[in-house]
T-cell receptor
Framework: EDKVVQSPLSLVVHEGDTVTLNCSYEVTNFRSLLWYKQEKKAPTFLFMLTSSGIEKKSGRLSSILDKKELFSILNITATQTGDSAIYLCAVEVWGSQGNLIFGKGTKLSVKP | NAGVTQTPKFQVLKTGQSMTLQCAQDMNHNSMYWYRQDPGMGLRLIYYSASEGTTDKGEVPNGYNVSRLNKREFSLRLESAAPSQTSVYFC???????????FGEGSWLTVV
């Protein structure tokens, strides 16, 4: 059975800290891995990763994929209170017609 | 920019009542999805539609039916609501070979 596991499930840090969120997966016919940020409502897209070792970066957020070890990390540097959210990892497999398998998410709380 | 629009945003139902969640997208996407999100469970796929006129079951289809009325609209029906269907429901869409899924704002459903 395909599965995506995120850790930790929740995390509390202070502003300015750097955090690393983890996502491991066991799927057949991996196509891509996606990261989403969910605040109060709909998840919003952060990154899509398809190739190992290539870092995707957007401001203070960055992510990398290791297809050999079957995991990805999402780094957030110099955290701000606005980074507080649930971060979702999802995997797409070939032949799934675009369906995503989601992990349970990591709830990040950034304290002032 | 409307994107994915779903209604209603909030609904309280009594056990056994029926209702339909409506979803429409204005991005001319072929693929549409219905997910539910429960605390600690992440997002789970209920049904999806790869194109107008086709629908397929996802991970948790029991108790639900769907209709892909046209390319824009994809509705989710609860024929006889149960308390276990209390959840947040997200509609989403994606263009063929697109990088990401676009989510609606969510519908909070409580069954008492």
């Amino acid at each position: 059975e395909d599965k995506v596991v995120q850790s930790p499930l929740s995390l509390v840090v202070h502003e300015g800290d750097t955090v690393t969120l983890n996502c491991s997966y066991e799927v057949t016919n991996f196509r891509s891995l996606l990261w989403y940020k969910q605040e109060k409502k709909a998840p919003t897209f952060l990154f899509m990763l398809t190739s190992s070792g290539i870092e995707k970066k957007s401001g203070r957020l960055s992510s990398i994929l290791d297809k050999k070890e079957l995991f990805s990390i999402l780094n957030i540097t110099a955290t701000q209170t606005g980074d507080s959210a649930i971060y979702l990892c999802a995997v797409e497999v070939w032949g799934s017609q675009g369906n995503l398998i989601f992990g349970k998410g990591t709830k990040l709380s950034v304290k002032p | 920019n409307a994107g994915v629009t779903q209604t209603p945003k909030f609904q309280v139902l009594k056990t056994g009542q029926s209702m339909t969640l409506q979803c429409a997208q204005d991005m001319n996407h072929n693929s549409m999805y219905w997910y539910r999100q429960d605390p600690g469970m992440g997002l789970r796929l209920i049904y999806y539609s790869a194109s107008e006129g086709t629908t397929d079951k996802g991970e948790v289809p029991n108790g639900y039916n769907v209709s892909r009325l046209n390319k824009r609209e994809f509705s989710l029906r609860l024929e006889s609501a149960a308390p276990s269907q209390t959840s947040v429901y997200f509609c989403a869409s994606r263009r063929d070979n697109g990088n990401t899924i676009y989510f609606g704002e969510g519908s909070w459903l409580t069954v008492v």
